[in-house]
């Protein structure tokens, strides 16, 4: 599963690992990226989203109809 948030557009954070000795090394930070379906009322049907946390909170406050909306203006096919 990709770990980007398809409302925030929220993907990985990347930097360096500091070990104890100070040895770098590449890692990267994921969002709190999770699989959850929504019922569409208008449209009679679920729809599977990936979304991170912040995501979640944004379908709570504006409702899944006006981000599904704002999705499908950007282009993406839901």
């Known amino acids: 599963m990709s770990a ?3 409302i925030t557009g929220r993907g990985p954070g990347f930097g360096n690992r ?3 000795s100070h040895k770098r ?9 999770q ?3 929504y019922r569409l009322p208008s449209e ?3 729809i599977t ?3 991170s946390t912040k995501g ?3 379908i709570d406050r504006d409702g899944i109809e006006a981000v ?4 499908r203006r950007k282009g993406m096919k839901i």
């Open 4 to 6: 980007i948030c398809q």
């Open 18 to 20: 500091v070990s104890h």
């Open 44 to 46: 009679g049907r679920t």
């Open 68 to 71: 599904v909306a704002r999705l």
């Open 25 to 33: 090394s590449k890692r990267r930070w994921d969002p709190n990226v």
């Open 49 to 51: 989203l990936t979304v």
């Open 56 to 58: 979640i909170k944004t």
């Open 35 to 37: 699989r959850r379906r």
